[in-house]
């Protein structure tokens, strides 16, 4: 029983140790492989049970971190999108005044000088 209880220690840091360097919730994962093996220590007796049952553990810590990973590369992709469509709309928008201002301006030039509602068009100091 002893040799089991370090085995089941063992197992619960390196999942521990594996789920902090997947940044995945480390004490979350090693606490389900230690009370895994302690379940399975005491309804089958051997090593080859808890290697298995360790085994199916590693399986869905594997499953559920490609998930988690497709899952934030989704939402990154989403958000990029988002960020790249609102660049584009702040460029359409600022291109199109732009064009508001050289066309005031052409008028401007083209009609000669006049009063404006922000003032004299000729700013010049005298």
């Known amino acids: 029983m002893n040799f089991l209880l370090v085995v089941a220690i063992g197992f619960a840091v390196l999942f521990h140790r594996m789920a902090a360097y997947e940044h995945m919730s480390a004490w979350a994962w090693a606490i389900a492989s230690f ?60 291109q199109e005044e732009i064009q508001r201002d050289r066309a005031r301006r052409q008028h401007r030039a083209d009609t000669g000088p006049s009063l404006d509602k922000d003032g004299p068009a000729d700013e010049s100091d005298d």
């Open 35 to 94: 009370a895994l093996s302690l379940a399975v220590t005491s309804l089958w007796a051997g090593f080859l049970p808890l290697i298995l049952a360790q085994i199916g553990l590693f399986a869905a810590m594997w499953w559920y971190n490609v998930k988690r990973v497709d899952t934030r590369e989704r939402h990154w992709t989403a958000k990029r999108e988002e960020d790249r469509r609102m660049r584009d709309e702040r460029m359409r928008r600022a």
